[in-house]
């Protein structure tokens, strides 16, 4: 990587600061040391400098993705991809093709409002094409497993655990949900070595590089042997985050806040679930779904569990992610923040909650209120939000009532955004693409407030903004260059864009024609 101090020149500098533009920007020790319009003056350079031409096109503050997983990523890339699947042959063709070549399948993508047959296979179906070898399928969404005959003997999972579905008969029907997923989840996790996580974590670190990510909130799984297990992925960041070329923020994945604050954390929770999710039917909705009359979902932590966590974060300063989707999860969140907010300055803390996808105009302004930051994924509208798609599957007349960005924003309520990967792709542009072009117009958000989940609210959401988010003097020079103005892309075409430059801390550390040559 080039640690000459750059100048970047002829671009269209978008400094996320209060509407502040620009036209060349210099770097010096890895901060923006100044930055200007029209040409940049010889006096301001000093010594050797590298000059980038930005050819008229955007310059952004480096990305920042505040619902991530960094060695989860990486490990994926070595397991099986079934999102191409639309059916249940097509996904036994590739199990097939897969169990010629592995000991042990761990699939992952596997989308049930993608399959013609509109529900996730059980053991009797995935033994129709692997029954010689263990099949362990994670669902999109992540909070469903799906395991072959084999495989329930392979991972040998306690069968008192909630969440292990039987038919009439009390035969296992190989689907796991709740407790039971999180533990299979789990041992899948604590097979992995320290080269495994280490090997994960720098491919993972690169892939968001490649798509102008330079700053992540990393919300790692924990290993099921909670105090045993040595190399859970949040432990291996928390000893190891500073080798690999990204900001991480770690979000700690417990309920015990001496923890966290034993390993000198500031965040806790993140993939903390309050709920299960909308594809399983498990978000806790105050209606019924639309397709299956009298389930409206459940909240995992009772209110009083909830309240008593919550008011021990806010004792410990401790800034807490709150996974919710459903408006009664939400609610049952709002409830223990106001119940903290008697005692506790609330607002300062900037607690979150992660997706809020069905959060009520009524819960929006208490949100706004208590300080609340939404961390969201716009991504998730482009999987499921058009016309038929799964959140009109389950939703019915309440269609068109997820991730209202506009609503949101109008009021006062401060979006950052993330991939959650791999429910989505990790490039931001998809993201934002989606905010801009969600499927119900009128719940869209403009391109300016877009940028400012991926950026200056992003910081703002790590408390990170006295350093990321924006470019201006003293800032870290964290710094994306696009293949384009942005500004004059047809909002219909914002997928289209593409990262040429990421630079860290006044590094190229991603260069895409170079990476094409």
Request: some cysteine; aromatic content about 8%; hydrophobic content about 40%.
């Amino acid at each position: 990587m080039d640690q000459r101090d750059l100048l970047i020149k002829n671009g269209k500098i978008l400094c996320m600061d209060g509407g502040r533009c620009a036209d060349w920007l210099l770097t010096h020790d890895g901060k923006i040391s100044r930055l200007g319009v029209g040409d940049c003056r010889p006096e301001y350079i000093s010594g050797t400098v590298q000059t980038i031409d930005a050819k008229g096109h955007t310059v952004l503050p480096g990305f920042i993705d505040n619902h991530f997983e960094v060695v989860r990523l990486g490990l994926e890339c070595g397991c099986v991809d079934l999102s191409p699947a639309r059916n249940y042959e097509q996904m036994g063709q590739i199990l097939r093709r897969e169990a010629a070549k592995r000991s042990v399948i761990t699939a992952y993508h596997l989308d049930s409002s993608c399959l013609e047959e509109k529900a996730l296979p059980d053991r009797r179906v995935l033994d129709r094409y692997c029954a010689d070898k263990p099949v362990l399928i994670f669902s999109l969404d992540r909070h469903t497993i799906m395991l072959n005959t084999v495989g329930i003997l392979y991972y040998k999972i306690p069968f008192t655990l909630p969440g292990i579905q039987t038919d009439a008969n009390g035969i296992l029907t190989g689907i796991f949900t709740n407790q039971a997923e999180n533990r299979l989840e789990s041992n899948v996790m604590d097979t992995h070595s320290y080269d495994d996580f280490d090997k994960a974590a720098a491919l993972g670190s690169k892939m968001a590089l490649s798509y102008g990510v330079t700053t992540v909130a990393a919300m790692e799984c924990r290993g099921a042997q909670a105090e045993q297990a040595p190399l859970r992925a949040s432990d291996f960041l928390v000893r190891y985050k500073d080798r690999y070329p990204l900001t991480i923020e770690i979000f700690y994945q417990t309920t015990e806040c001496k923890r966290a604050l034993e390993q000198g954390l500031k965040h806790i929770g993140g993939a903390l679930y309050i709920d299960g999710t909308m594809g399983g039917r498990s978000a806790a909705l105050s209606f019924d779904y639309a397709d299956a009359p009298h389930k409206r979902g459940w909240v995992y932590l009772t209110r009083d569990a909830l309240t008593q966590f919550t008011m021990e974060c806010c004792q410990h300063d401790l800034q807490i992610g709150f996974d919710a989707i459903g408006d009664m999860a939400i609610e049952a969140v709002l409830q223990a923040l106001e119940a903290a907010a008697e005692k506790y300055d609330v607002p300062a803390m900037r607690h979150r909650i992660e997706h809020a996808e069905l959060i009520t105009p009524s819960q929006m302004e208490r949100a706004a209120r208590l300080g609340v930051i939404l961390c969201m994924q716009p991504g998730y509208e482009g999987l499921w939000g058009y016309p038929g798609g799964m959140y009109q599957q389950r939703l019915g007349a309440h269609y068109g009532t997820t991730n209202r960005f506009r609503r949101i924003i109008d009021s006062g309520i401060t979006v950052c955004a993330g991939a959650d990967p791999p429910v989505t792709h990790i490039n931001p542009l998809l993201g934002i693409h989606y905010a801009v072009n969600h499927p119900v117009p009128a719940n869209s958000a403009t391109l300016q407030e877009a940028l400012e989940m991926y950026t200056v609210n992003g910081a703002y959401a790590l408390f990170l903004e006295k350093q990321k988010g924006s470019l201006r003097e003293g800032m870290d020079a964290d710094i994306v260059i696009l293949d384009r103005d942005i500004t004059q892309t047809d909002p219909q075409q914002l997928k289209e864009v593409k990262v040429d430059m990421t630079i860290k801390g006044g590094r190229v550390v991603f260069n895409r024609m170079a990476s094409l040559c």
